[in-house]
């Protein structure tokens, strides 16, 4: 079979594969947060840029919908196909070359994830490869196109902060090809990148620059807090202090629980070198089994010269591309628990450098269908779990599972719904819009539910006037509101069995049908004590 209709089929499978994974795969937490999002159009949110919102749109006029409102940023990642051919047709003319660079592209298990979950790493990882085919073409041939680079890049910082690493991607590759630098196209480049962004700096100024502070707070510090970011909306949770009668409630369902003896700490050297290992253990997982073919591709190579033929242009904009996000990382790494997709960026140049490498198609195909087979028994783990050892601890059914029982049981409640945490309230309110479930502060960390009147779609006083209001938490003891106390204790129970509940004259659950449970959530009914 010829190269280019081996490329079609390719091409044509990973199309169709996509549609049919975003159809199957059920909303996950923050997926939920930002088709939220949507219903609130803006020029930005207190988490990131507003990209992924504008992205959820369609999930406006299709509630409760995975497939529509996934659509828009399905298209938006298969619309990376071309823009990865054509660059590799600019960096090397072999055929061979260009199917290395779709199979690497499409089948690493990060290109397979970010084409179906929809977060802001998919606008980003799109507007960083058009950056960088934009200023590759600037380098080489043309240097006009510093301004769809700028523009691009300007793009993709209102996708993910991540973005503003590509400036120094550019200015390495610039310092390395000085005559660029006389030139006035990478400054106009620069301005077209402002311009771009400033309807969402012109925002953050509004807002007291309240995402840029959560990030810098977030990706340095650990910290998800922004002072006076809050809404005035609903009064603070308060914990319950021993006890009272919040605190008693905490015997409701009580449940006899092993001794956990408290664990020593890790000395101070092995910590950190578990956070480097991690890190870099993450880098590698994103490939999936395209390793073996990879690494069979290394072995193989004969010499430095070999591998980065065809580079020559651009080989410092290609390099720069994969070393500097790796390297800033790896820096914060000891300090800080790196998530694997924040350094994902890096795969976009590493792809280009990998496909010169003498790789068998057979393994390649093979690996490809294999990282494929590996989303789809994801997919399917998430209807019809697959291992049932520690459901509780299974990331894929606690992103998925149990929340659209959870709404159908809350949907008929006749007074407003507060929840714990952002994802809760998110997918609630994706499985159920009219429940209209605002997220209590003081109870987890702040959000864009906290921090946007809209969202909040109660307040005091019509807490107040009520005299009702329920909340729903992974928490057994609720927390306190002045006025109000607790009447009622519902426990739901989301098993690989079915969806339990239990309502609050059940004391014990020794006997319970459902002893490890992916899910344990429980409904606090609060009544005015006036």
């Not at 190579?301 to 033929?309: A, F, H, L």
Request: proline share 6%; aromatic share 12%.
């Amino acid at each position: 079979m010829k190269q280019n209709q081996l490329g079609s089929i390719v091409i044509g499978f990973a199309i169709l594969f996509q549609l049919i994974a975003i159809s199957f795969l059920p909303a996950t937490q923050d997926e939920a947060y930002y088709f939220y999002w949507s219903l609130f159009p803006d020029l930005g949110y207190f988490d990131h840029p507003p990209l992924i919102a504008w992205l959820s749109t369609p999930s406006i006029w299709f509630p409760d919908n995975v497939f529509w409102s996934r659509i828009l940023g399905a298209s938006l990642n298969l619309l990376m196909i071309p823009l990865y051919l054509s660059l590799a047709t600019k960096i090397h003319p072999d055929p061979k070359f260009r199917f290395n660079v779709l199979i690497l592209s499409i089948f690493s298990l990060g290109g397979l994830v970010s084409g179906i979950v929809q977060t802001p790493d998919l606008p980003l990882a799109f507007f960083w490869l058009l950056a960088l085919h934009e200023s590759y073409v600037a380098m080489t041939n043309n240097p006009k196109r510093w301004i769809t680079a700028g523009i691009a890049t300007g793009l993709g910082i209102a996708s993910k902060y991540t973005m503003l690493i590509i400036g120094l991607v550019f200015l390495w590759a610039l310092i390395r090809e000085k005559k660029q630098l006389s030139k006035i196209w990478p400054y106009l480049g620069g301005l077209a990148c402002l311009l771009t962004l400033l309807p969402h700096l012109h925002w953050n100024h509004q807002h007291d620059w309240v995402s840029f502070k959560f990030q810098m707070g977030r990706g340095f510090l650990s910290q998800y807090e922004v002072p006076g970011a809050q809404a005035h909306g609903i009064s603070q949770a308060i914990p319950a202090s021993p006890g009272t009668h919040e605190d008693s409630l905490k015997y409701t369902f009580y449940e006899p629980s092993k001794v956990h003896l408290p664990k020593q700490p890790k000395p101070v050297l092995k910590k950190t070198l578990g956070k480097v290992g991690q890190f870099f253990g993450g880098q590698l997982g994103l490939w999936g089994l395209l390793l073996f073919p990879i690494g069979l591709g290394l072995w193989r190579q004969k010499s430095v010269k070999t591998q980065t033929k065809g580079f020559d242009p651009g080989k410092s904009l290609i390099w720069a591309s994969v070393a500097i996000p790796i390297v800033l990382f790896a820096m914060l790494s000891p300090i800080q628990h790196i998530e694997a997709n924040w350094a994902a960026i890096s795969m976009i140049g590493m792809i280009f450098l990998l496909a010169s490498l003498q790789m068998t198609k057979f393994l390649l195909l093979s690996s490809a269908i294999l990282n494929s087979s590996l989303i789809g028994l994801v997919i399917l783990h998430s209807h019809s779990p697959l291992t049932t050892k520690n459901p509780a601890k299974d990331r894929i059914l606690r992103e998925t599972s149990g929340y659209e029982d959870l709404a159908l049981n809350l949907k008929d409640l006749k007074a407003p719904v507060l929840a714990d945490t952002y994802q809760t309230a998110s997918l609630l309110n994706f499985y159920q819009r009219d429940l209209l479930v605002s997220q209590w502060p003081g109870i987890a960390r702040m959000s864009e539910l906290v921090r946007r009147r809209e969202m909040i779609h109660t307040n005091q006083k019509t807490l107040e006037a009520s005299g009702i209001f329920y909340l729903i938490t992974f928490n057994a003891i609720p927390p306190i509101m002045d006025g109000f106390s607790v009447t009622s204790k519902t426990h739901f129970r989301d098993c690989l069995e079915g969806f339990i509940i239990y309502k609050s004259n059940a004391q014990w659950l020794g006997s319970s049908p459902c002893p490890k449970p992916i899910h344990k959530w429980y409904l606090y009914r609060y009544q005015s004590k006036s």
